[in-house]
């Protein structure tokens, strides 16, 4: 049984760091990553990595402000976020992509990141 366990959202002003991560069981992991739904709007990509080389990719929106890693011992990926903006708040949820599949095909709940003064 997949299990996909998120932590480290809040409530952060404009400018702050913060960390989430997402640690993962049951699952052959390929690739990894991080996709979020800002408010009344669609879920997007946001930074995932190769769980076997560690290559990693970013959207224009975060890149330079994001880094993403994993610790593959631990079963366990983070994402530092620094700068953070407003139109950064969302939902942030952890993805995985099993060896074999061509998506990503495990979700987690989800956790919130909110940006706010």
């Known amino acids: 049984q997949v299990q996909i366990a998120e932590s480290g959202g809040g409530l952060v002003r404009p400018g702050d760091s913060l960390e989430i991560s997402c640690v993962v069981s049951?699952?052959?992991?390929?690739?990894i990553g991080w996709f979020r739904r800002p408010p009344g709007q669609e879920r997007e990509f946001v930074c995932d990595?190769?769980?076997?080389?560690?290559?990693?990719y970013c959207s224009d929106s975060v890149k330079g402000r994001f880094d993403i890693s994993r610790d593959a011992a631990k079963s366990t990926m983070r994402l530092e976020m620094h700068n953070l903006k407003p139109e950064d708040t969302a939902h942030y949820y952890c993805?995985?992509?099993?060896?074999?599949?061509?998506?990503?095909?495990?979700w987690g709940q989800g956790i919130q990141v909110t940006v706010s003064s």
């Open positions: 990595i190769g769980w076997n080389y560690g290559r990693t």
């Open positions: 993805a995985v992509m099993d060896e074999g599949a061509t998506r990503y095909n495990h």
């Open positions: 049951g699952v052959s992991i390929y690739n």
